[in-house]
């Protein structure tokens, strides 16, 4: 019953491809994220999603795409895939309050390493 | 600019000793501060959220502290156990989805 899952948890593909990232959460929750943390363990948001509107990190290149065929998945498309794209990619859910406040606890999957040769 | 810096980047301590973790935020406005455990290969896993009004919250052998008008928290172990070897992540929520994460502090506890 795990709460919020990811697959695949290791990737590896060759510079210039295109891959995807699925990110499936059961809790019910309305808003679910994309973060990446890079080789220094710094973690950083890239996208934030619910059924109103999407939230897009201005640094986040446009090859990344986030994908929500419902509520409950987020998947990250990534075209073009870059030597710098390597980093562990966290998918996070959470149920966000009406008055619009990031104030609820953000459930984490555990990650899916992406390594680009 | 909005930061958050930790202090240590890195810590020792043997098991059954106490530690502080320091936090200092630059994030403004401020909503919310979390801290959050990270165990090696997983996600973050959310200790204690505190708002403006909130100075200090208990979860276990962890209590964080929170002091708005400085702008600092704390996180503090005690008696300190291997599984509390980890990251801990600082981070400070501005708003609606406008979230800063800290650098972090890796901990590790030896026997």
């Known amino acids: 019953d795990t709460a919020v899952s990811q697959t695949p948890k290791y990737l590896v593909t060759q510079m210039g491809n295109d891959k995807s990232i699925k990110c499936e959460q059961n809790l019910g929750h309305d808003t679910m994220y994309w973060y990446k943390q890079d080789s220094k363990k710094f973690l950083k948001i890239m996208f934030s999603?619910?059924?109103?509107?999407?939230?897009i990190n201005e640094t986040v290149p446009n090859r990344f795409s986030p994908k929500s065929p419902d509520k409950a998945h987020l998947n990250l498309h990534i075209n073009s895939l870059e030597l710098g794209d390597s980093a562990v990619y966290f998918c996070?859910?959470?149920?966000?309050?009406?008055?619009?406040?990031?104030?609820?606890?953000?459930?984490f999957g555990p990650g899916t390493r992406l390594t680009v040769l | 600019k909005n930061q958050v810096e930790q202090s240590p980047q890195s810590l020792i301590i043997l098991e059954g000793k106490n530690c502080t973790l320091q936090c200092n935020y630059t994030v403004s406005p401020f909503s919310n501060l979390r801290w959050y455990k990270q165990d090696t290969g997983r996600g973050p896993v959310s200790l204690t959220i505190?708002?403006?009004?909130?100075n200090t919250k208990s979860n276990g052998r962890y209590t964080a502290t929170l002091d708005a008008d400085t702008k600092q928290s704390s996180l503090h172990i005690t008696a300190s156990q291997l599984s509390d070897s980890a990251s801990y992540i600082c981070v400070v929520s501005g708003g609606y989805q406008k979230v800063t994460f800290g650098t972090g502090t890796k901990l590790q506890v030896i026997p």
């Open positions: 999603y619910n059924n109103k509107e999407l939230i």
């Open positions: 996070a859910s959470s149920q966000e309050s009406l008055t619009g406040v990031a104030y609820n606890e953000q459930f």
């Open positions: 505190m708002t403006f009004s909130e």
